[in-house]
């Protein structure tokens, strides 16, 4: 298992590489560029970064948000170019030791949270919020203008402005897709990008839908373990492989976490372990909690310890933390919850060898 926690770059994360080097265990960050959907990557920027993150004394093995373009999602003509980009995306980071490439396939929306920043009464810290009783009379766009208010001045992976400037067109677009259809135009950029993967050395690892249902009437794919059946049949490879996200998945109560882990996992389908806790309050509603068991509604032995059992030699980092410590910082991704929830992970890791 290699722990590794996500980093925006040096310019867009107010975290220093260095603070993450003194995490107890933690060998490595999952990176990203900042790039529209669609675009190549330039190899100098890449690079650039991964000498950053290397001088630093961490490794960048696990790239995350390599999105894909709506246009290949709705299989629209133009997305053979914007697959030729990803295909050359994928060879360069194949080039500079990436190993694993973590993106989605959501239509239109990303994750979805309905407040950012929910204090939580027993202890006074913050966390991500969902119910879905607040997005009723709510349209996306309404959603996407209050996210960006309440973002705290970063921009939200997922929810970037160039993205949204276009929703109003893309939702139109989406008007009759059916789940099939998606996965149709999903089998089109597997059968494209897949066998360039094998070639290359490098697996992708889908992420599941965040919260785990389809919302504002758009087709959603990836949320249970019916789905992830039909995702691997798409292109039948070891390439073709998950990012099992604990909080994500787990959302729908519905999910058992540590049969879905061992199930992909035994299949040699889990290429990266997103670990968080999710806190059910109600049908479709819950908050973000720390990482430990008794916090929130999961049972984190009993995930870690089919990982152990399932993908061992899996990329892992702690998801989405709370805000503590008067810390400012991107919802989600402050240092000290994350810290101590990759401590905590590391600790049952540490007695699951050990037993
Ligand atoms: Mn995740």
Same mark, same amino acid.
């Given at each position: 298992m290699n722990m590794t926690l996500r980093w925006y770059g040096p310019d867009a994360d107010p975290i220093p590489l260095k603070y993450i080097r003194q995490i107890p265990g933690v060998s490595g960050i999952m990176g990203l560029l900042d790039k529209p959907a669609g675009e190549d990557w330039p190899e100098t920027e890449f690079?650039?970064?991964?000498?950053?993150?290397n001088e630093a004394g961490l490794r960048l093995e696990v790239v995350e948000s390599v999105n894909v373009h709506e246009d290949i999602k709705l299989g629209l003509p133009s997305r053979d170019k914007y697959i030729a980009n990803y295909i050359s995306t994928v060879r360069m980071l194949a080039r500079h030791g990436v190993k694993v490439i973590i993106y989605n396939f959501m239509p239109v929306l990303d994750w979805l949270r309905t407040d950012l920043a929910r204090r939580?009464?027993?202890?006074?810290?913050?966390?991500?919020?969902?119910?879905?009783?607040?997005?009723?009379?709510?349209?996306?766009?309404?959603l996407a203008r209050r996210n960006r208010e309440g973002s705290g001045g970063f921009s939200l992976s997922g929810w970037e402005p160039e993205?949204?400037?276009?929703?109003?067109?893309?939702?139109?677009?989406?008007?009759?897709?059916?789940?099939?259809?998606?996965?149709?135009?999903?089998?089109?950029?597997l059968d494209a990008v897949i066998p360039v993967c094998e070639e290359c050395g490098v697996r992708m690892a889908c992420h599941p839908d965040d919260p785990a249902w389809p919302i504002f009437g758009l087709p959603r794919i990836a949320h249970s373990s019916e789905d992830f059946d039909r995702i691997v049949? $798409?292109?039948?490879? =070891?390439? %073709?492989? +998950?990012?099992?996200?604990?909080?994500? $998945?787990?959302?729908? =109560?519905? %999910?058992? +976490?540590?049969?879905?882990?061992?199930?992909?996992?035994?299949?040699?389908?889990?290429?990266?372990?997103?670990?968080?806790?999710?806190?059910f309050l109600g049908p479709r509603r819950f908050r973000e909690s720390a990482h430990l068991s008794k916090d929130g509604s999961f049972d984190m032995y009993e995930i870690m310890r089919a990982v152990h059992e399932a993908c061992p030699d899996?990329?892992?980092?702690?998801?989405?933390?709370?805000m503590i410590w008067d810390e400012k910082g991107r919802?989600?991704?402050?240092?000290?919850?994350?810290?101590?929830?990759?401590?905590y992970l590391l600790g049952l890791w540490e007695a699951l060898e050990k037993a």
């Open positions: 690079s650039a970064l991964q000498s950053k993150v939580i009464p027993e202890d006074g810290s913050c966390s991500m919020y969902y119910d879905e009783a607040d997005l009723e009379g709510l349209g996306p766009l309404e993205r949204m400037a276009q929703l109003e067109k893309t939702l139109k677009q989406y008007e009759g897709m059916t789940a099939d259809g998606l996965r149709q135009n999903y089998r089109y950029f049949a $798409l292109r039948f490879s =070891p390439a %073709n492989a +998950l990012c099992l996200c604990t909080g994500s $998945l787990g959302s729908d =109560p519905k %999910n058992d +976490l540590p049969a879905i882990i061992r199930r992909f996992g035994h299949m040699d389908r889990i290429a990266a372990v997103h670990v968080r806790n999710v806190k899996v990329w892992i980092r702690p998801d989405h933390g709370r919802p989600g991704y402050g240092l000290f919850d994350r810290a101590l929830g990759a401590e």
